[in-house]
Nanobody, 124 residues
Framework: QVQLVESGGGSVQAGGSLRLSCAAS????????RGWFRQAPGKEREGVAT???????TYAGSVKGRFTISQDNAKNTLFLQMSSLKPEDTAMYYC??????????????????WGQGTQVTVSS
């Protein structure tokens, strides 16, 4: 089992920055892929970014160049640095863990573990 706890959300003005964190505990070595997702009210969940054990990353086109996913494997912590925030980035952000070495680490992966979410609100 893997437990994930997000933090770092808040309210910012458009153009501002936030850094989200996701602390993982439990059997963290059982999964190879970590991801960030978001969901705004009335909208479907959207994959934001992924990172595998080797640091290889993927990003949604809507955030590429503005967001950076990273991890501190020693501390079992996942990060999402968000810059140049836009009102459309407003959503509940969730971190997730799953996959194996033999699965592509993308937002299309079926992630088995999810955090509780942290709210990000970007005002104009």
């Amino acid at each position: 089992q893997v437990q994930l706890v997000e933090s770092g959300g808040g309210s910012v003005q458009a153009g501002g920055s936030l850094r989200l964190s996701c602390a993982a505990s439990g059997d963290t070595y059982s999964t190879y892929c970590r991801g960030w997702f978001r969901q705004a009210p009335g909208k479907e969940r959207e994959g934001v970014a992924t990172i595998d054990r080797f640091g290889r990353t993927t990003y949604a086109g809507s955030v590429k160049g503005r967001f950076t996913i990273s991890q501190d494997n020693a501390k079992n912590t996942l990060f999402l640095q968000m810059s140049s925030l836009k009102p459309e980035d407003t959503a509940m952000y969730y971190c997730a863990a799953g996959g194996s070495l033999y699965q592509a680490c993308t937002t299309g992966l079926t992630f088995g573990y999810w955090g509780q979410g942290t709210q990000v609100t970007v005002s104009s």
